[in-house]
Each structure stands twice: as C-alpha cells, then as structure tokens.
C-alpha cells in the first residue's frame, strides 16, 4: 500500500508539469518550423472548438460565415460559408473533431464573372496535456481536403473557364480555453501546410485548351483568439488576414451543444 501511494504522488507531482512540457515544446516546434511563412494575428473561431471531455459525449458546432475575398490585382469576390462539426470523446484527454463545410462565392473580374463552389473537409484529433477547474490546454493534429470548384465567365465571348483547385492541407497547433465567468477565452496557435493541384477547361468558340499543374506548398501560422458565450454557447468572430497579395475579410457566427451518444 506505501508503494502505491508512493507512485500515486510521484504521478501527482510529475503528470501535469511533463503535460506542461509537451504544450510549451510543441509550441516551441511550431514556432521554429514558421521561418519561411507568413505571420497573421486573428480574433477568429478556435481551431478546435470548445471540446467536452466527457467520454460518452458529444458536442456539435454549427457555424454560418460571411466572405470577402480580394487581391491586389483589382478583383474581389463575397460569399457565404455553412459548416458543421462534431467531435467525440472516447476518453476525459482525447477527443476527435471531423468538420465540414460548404458555400458558395460569386464575384467581379476584369471582363468576367465568378463563381466559386468550395467544399472543405478536415480531421483534428485533439489531446488535452493539462487541465484545471479554469483552464484546459490543448494540442492537435490536423489534416486537411480542400476544393473550390470555379466558373468564370468571359463578359465579352461565350467562352466560359471552369477549374478545380484541391488542396491537401496538413498541419497542427496548441490552443487554451480559459473560463472567465459566462465567457471563455481561447486563444491559439495553428500551423498549416497547403500543397495540391489544378485543373482547367474551357468551353465556347475558339476556346484553348484545358490546363492541369501542381500548386507549390506554402505554409502559414494564425495566432487569434475568440469568446464564447457560455449562457448561449453563441460565438462571434472575425477575421482580417493578408496571404500572397490576398485580403480576406470574414465574420462568422457559431453556435455549440452538446449531447450524450
């Protein structure tokens, strides 16, 4: 029974300053694989949600999202984005997310419309190294499917251009939620890598040939924060960010609850 106690303490006094470490050394890693990517600061939905690690439990996240994206070469479209996640916990430190979203974006070019049908799927286990009564810190994995389906149509031709652009988007990131009375705060750190591919053809009079090529790999790191509601479980986000001479504006809202399987 000494023995038993006795590594039931050394537990006590080694689990959550090892659990420490292994947040502040994936941050650190996170941080040294950023030299060749673009920084951007946020106040946007956290990577991960507010997770529930309560095994038999689920918690689902509904989110509507308005877009505006514009680049410096004078065109800019708006859209409207719908997404879903659920995320299961089959134990009090693990939780898997899966997230789907869709939408659509129409817009204005130099002598020709746009539209843009994107589909996005991601997959986001979630470990939680280090939790108290206010605070949880979380670790994740991520990895990414992601495709827009583009229609552009010529103002002045009956030539119209359709491309598939698909991504592979891996990456990971560390994230705390912080109760503070009716509200949690949760700030984040989230690193992606996106490489993938092209596909063009054209339709109409005197229309060229289609097109397919690779999409060069470029990595990118957020760090924001969002605040939930707890009363309502109502988040409100924005997000104004600047990628390879590309402007996004976005500002969304979210809704979470949560249901025993």
């Not at 990414?144 to 389906?149: D, I, K, S």
Request: proline share 5%; charged share 15%; net charge negative.
């Amino acid at each position: 029974m000494c023995a038993d106690m006795y590594n039931a303490d050394m537990y006590k006094r080694w689990w959550k300053p090892a659990n420490l470490f292994l947040v502040f050394f994936f941050f650190s890693t996170l941080a040294g694989a950023t030299a060749d990517t673009e920084f951007q600061f946020t106040i946007a939905p956290p990577p991960v949600g507010y997770p529930v690690f309560d095994q038999g439990q689920t918690t689902h996240s509904l989110r509507g999202t308005y877009i505006n994206i514009s680049t410096d070469e004078d065109w800019s479209f708006d859209g409207l984005l719908g997404s879903y996640s659920k995320q299961e916990s089959p134990s009090s430190d693990l939780s898997f997310q899966q997230t789907f979203t869709g939408g659509i974006l129409r817009g204005d070019l130099p002598g020709a419309d746009l539209t843009g049908l994107p589909l996005l799927y991601d997959f986001t286990p979630i470990l939680r190294p280090y939790h108290q009564d206010n605070l949880d810190l979380l670790v994740f994995g991520v990895l990414g499917g992601h495709a827009t389906f583009f229609v552009l149509d010529m103002d002045d031709s009956d030539m119209t251009m359709q491309m598939l652009n698909y991504l592979l988007v891996p990456g990971g990131g560390v994230q705390a939620n912080i109760l503070l009375s009716d509200f949690i705060l949760s700030p984040f750190g989230v690193y992606r890598y996106s490489f993938g591919g092209y596909i063009t053809e054209y339709s109409g009079d005197d229309s060229p040939d289609g097109d397919s090529g690779s999409i060069d790999g470029y990595g990118s790191v957020i760090f924001g924060f969002d605040l939930l509601y707890r009363p309502l479980n109502l988040s409100l986000s924005s997000i104004v960010q600047h990628e390879k001479d590309v402007t996004v504006f976005t500002i969304s809202l979210g809704y979470s609850f949560t249901r025993s399987r």
